[in-house]
């Protein structure tokens, strides 16, 4: 399918996310089919390593939704719920920015969900 001279070419981000999907579904059919990595490069059109990337890409974890029911949380939430790194928020917490509450002898912390909402006001 070639392009005219000046012709544009329209493409929104979600036609080229299923590309990318439908490429690798292929990809893993093919696999399961029990194509090499080279095989399954040249059906698609790629080089045999950018087969093997597609084939070996980890999707994306979904982030846990932090629970409004929750009334204690983990350092890793709070970090989550002011978009900061977790050791930032246990400096805050050192330092009486933060206020948390140790609960085992190695030092975990957790911290009420009012004392977060009130730091971010």
Do not use: C
């Not at 399961?32 to 980890?58: C, F, M, P, V």
């Amino acid at each position: 399918m070639a392009m005219e001279k000046g012709e544009e070419r329209t493409e929104t981000i979600g036609d080229a996310e299923n590309v990318v999907t439908s490429k690798r579904d292929e990809a893993l059919r093919l696999r399961d089919a029990g194509l090499t990595y080279n095989q399954i490069g040249q059906l698609l059109g790629l080089s045999k390593q950018r087969a093997w990337q597609i084939l070996k890409a980890k999707k994306p974890k979904p982030q846990k939704p932090v629970l409004e029911s929750k009334t204690m949380l983990r350092v890793s939430e709070v970090a989550q719920i002011l978009g900061l790194h977790p050791n930032t928020v246990r400096r805050w917490s050192d330092q009486g920015l933060l206020k948390a509450i140790v609960i085992t002898n190695r030092g975990d912390r957790r911290f009420q969900r009012e004392d977060v909402e009130r730091f971010i006001k």
